[in-house]
């Protein structure tokens, strides 16, 4: 059985200005982000990790990499991106809600070719997801754990695909920053063992 540890990468200063940020912004983590990432390395240091991923953007590197002071080497994969928002990437303001709010519709009413101007629709973001998961998945040992930071549209994404819900629910998955997502695979079968899990976060 293979355990695949999927996380959202930490805080940006993007996220807290409530910025859109996509595929096409590479922003640093911030010092909340760095902390979160600090605390989910001391909660989950203890687990044998056979590989680590992250997307080619930086804020997902820097949330794990307190992982290599284990001597874990992170893998790269750009497959793994956020999704890319078009023209709205790096906009703030209020009228954003409704654009993003229009658009949820049309994919949760399965118009899954719908995206923002310029940007990537549902249907394009999985081709490449797929492609690279094929390759986290054909990395991992049979019997083993990975590691895979990535963003926070695209875990829903992926979620909903690997969970056999479609794409059209994919706002079922909740996210938060360094939150955990632990999935079970044996063959073809895929089960959700931890949702959305902030454990490692004090309250």
């Not at 997307?55 to 991106?81: D, M, W």
Request: glycine share 10%; proline share 3%; aromatic share 6%.
């Amino acid at each position: 059985m293979r355990n695949l540890y999927l996380i959202r990468h930490g805080q940006t200063d993007y996220n807290l200005r409530g910025i859109v940020q996509g595929g096409g912004i590479d922003a640093s983590l911030n010092e909340t982000g760095r902390r979160q990432g600090e605390l989910f390395f001391e909660k989950y240091q203890e687990i044998k990790f056979d590989l680590l991923v992250a997307s080619a953007l930086v804020r997902t590197y820097q949330t794990i990499q307190p992982f290599e002071c284990l001597g874990h080497a992170i893998k790269r994969i750009p497959e793994l991106n956020e999704i890319n928002w078009g023209i709205l990437e790096g906009q703030t303001g209020n009228h954003l809600r409704a654009l993003f709010d229009d658009m949820n519709g049309r994919w949760t009413s399965g118009d899954l070719d719908a995206r923002m101007e310029g940007g990537e629709s549902p249907k394009e973001a999985w081709q490449r997801l797929k492609a690279g998961m094929d390759q986290v998945l054909k990395m991992m040992p049979e019997d083993g754990n990975a590691l895979v930071c990535i963003h926070g549209r695209v875990m829903r994404i992926i979620l909903s695909q690997m969970l056999g819900y479609g794409m059209q629910h994919m706002n079922l998955f909740p996210h938060r920053n360094t939150a955990l997502n632990l999935l079970q695979i044996q063959g073809d079968h895929v089960t959700a063992v931890r949702l959305n899990d902030l454990s490692h976060i004090p309250q």
